[in-house]
């Protein structure tokens, strides 16, 4: 069965640091694109990040360039999200999910999805 | 404001049948697949149709997706109380070079 579990979010101030871990199991976890999407408090669904299988490509939306790295180890079968310069608004749920396999570069999806890990941002 | 656009929400009586918009552009939907996902209140997404209009292993014809130019659609028949969750299409965006997501639409079985 495949099994994401994301944790490291707590409350915290706002330009403090955090970093976001995801462990994998049930599948071979470097075979696998992963990604990060997040979800505000009563609002939908936000992409946030995504990283190839072997790190050797990334990407990020624009609200979050230049203060989140996301990056991964195969040998731990984990997924990371480091995120600085904390603000108000990345207040949400992070969720860590993995891209669906296709043999298509313009196909997207998610096929499964954590239960997400919740970042406050208050002072 | 969500890159993709869905009505906020849907309503239906058990039993019926119904449809759920997302509207994109050339960028996005129209040329790139979609995927949409069934959010049930304190859980976490989960995939309900991709690449347009296949079901994943586990997921009744009941659920169906279509698209059309830059618009893609889900529809849902024999609704039961049990469907009642938020609904979000997905696609990537070539021009933004990121995910995108619709608003979601909030389905009530009446």
């Known amino acids: 069965e495949v099994q994401l579990v994301e944790s490291g979010g707590g409350w915290l101030q706002p330009g403090r640091s955090l970093r976001l871990s995801c462990v994998a199991s049930g599948f071979t976890f470097d075979n696998f694109g992963m990604h990060w999407v997040r979800q505000a408090p009563g609002k939908g669904l936000e992409w946030v990040s995504t990283i190839s299988w072997n790190s050797g490509s990334t990407g990020y939306a624009d609200s979050v360039k230049g203060r989140f790295t996301i990056s991964r180890d195969n040998a731990k079968n984990s997924l990371y999200l480091q995120i600085n310069s904390l603000r108000t608004e990345d207040t949400a749920l992070y969720y860590c999910a993995r891209r669906g396999i296709t043999t298509v570069a313009n196909s997207l999806y998610f096929d499964s999805w954590g239960p997400g890990t919740l970042v406050t941002v208050s002072s | 404001q969500s890159v993709l656009t869905q009505p906020p929400s849907v309503s239906a009586a058990p039993g019926q049948k119904v449809t759920i918009s997302c509207s994109g552009n050339?960028?996005?939907?129209?040329?790139?697949?979609v995927s949409w996902y069934q959010q049930l209140p304190g859980t976490a997404p989960k995939l309900l149709i991709y690449?347009?209009?296949k079901r994943p292993s586990g997921i009744p014809d009941r659920f169906s997706g279509s698209k059309s130019g830059t618009s893609a659609t889900l529809g849902i028949t024999g609704l039961q109380t049990g469907d009642e969750a938020d609904y979000y299409c997905g696609t990537w965006d070539s021009s933004l070079t990121a995910g995108v997501f619709g608003g979601g639409t909030k389905l009530t079985v009446l």
């Open positions: 050339t960028s996005n939907i129209g040329n790139n697949f």
């Open positions: 690449d347009n209009n």
